[in-house]
């Protein structure tokens, strides 16, 4: 199932008792299409608040259910979630173990934005961000490193190695999007990054901030973690 979602009224994508989340809704419709109960699997876990346009997830089923599931799943899931497209894929796949990267895009706007607010974050500032500092502390951040400076504590990780594969920051007449590509995303990285290289925009930090952080593993010299709602998992790459 290749997934949108507009996370703002979600407490993220897994399922939790007594409260509405992606994996919840679907598998309560999924539920009603095939009389049974059927558990699905992302890609990855988002946040609450946290939106998606390529989130992609997994259920096993009866081939005879499919196009029941293609027909009725789509058309009986609330407005705020989209299943784009179902398809047969080998009974191996795994939606989550097989993705070989993740692309998430954080965008901050510079003024009050009402069509935009859902998805983005408003940063008033006395300056404008340095966005040439920025673009160099993104590239420090690609390569394998430990992330343990820029991830928040009480995940189940057994370790915070990642691979950024590309990263970077882009400035518009509004604003800034911040891209980050890696095989694998740990809880809450991405948006303490972006809080970081804020920091370092701001001129309260130097780039060489981001390499620091990633030899030291020192969570107190990061950034802030930004909200969720400028947070969007853009696309995820099987092989």
């Not at 920051?169 to 095989?183: H, K, M, P, Y």
Request: contains cysteine; negative net charge.
């Amino acid at each position: 199932m290749l997934i949108e979602y507009d996370g703002t009224d979600f407490s993220g994508w897994q399922r939790q008792p007594e409260a509405r989340t992606v994996q919840g809704d679907i598998e309560t419709v999924l539920e009603k299409l095939c009389i049974c109960r059927i558990a699905i699997t992302g890609s990855g876990r988002t946040d609450a608040g946290v939106h998606a346009l390529g989130q992609v997830a997994h259920a096993d089923v009866g081939i005879d259910k499919l196009e029941r599931i293609k027909a009725g799943l789509p058309a009986m899931l609330p407005e705020d979630i989209a299943v784009v497209k179902v398809e047969e894929a080998p009974s191996s796949f795994h939606a989550r173990f097989q993705a070989v990267s993740r692309l998430y895009r954080y965008r901050i706007e510079k003024s009050k934005h009402p069509l935009r607010n859902r998805y983005s974050h408003i940063l008033t500032l006395s300056r404008e961000l340095d966005t040439s500092d920025m673009q160099k502390a993104a590239e420090r951040s690609t390569g394998i490193n430990d992330w343990m400076a820029m991830a928040k504590e009480g995940s189940d990780n057994s370790d915070w190695i990642v691979n950024v594969e590309n990263a970077s920051v882009i400035e518009d007449d509004s604003g800034w999007t911040f891209l980050i590509r890696a095989n694998r995303f740990l809880r809450g990285m991405v948006r303490i990054w972006v809080g970081t290289l804020v920091k370092i925009g701001s001129g309260a930090a130097q780039p060489e901030l981001i390499t620091e952080l990633l030899e030291s593993k020192d969570r107190d010299r990061a950034g802030v973690s930004l909200p969720g709602k400028g947070l969007t998992l853009m696309e995820v790459k099987y092989n």
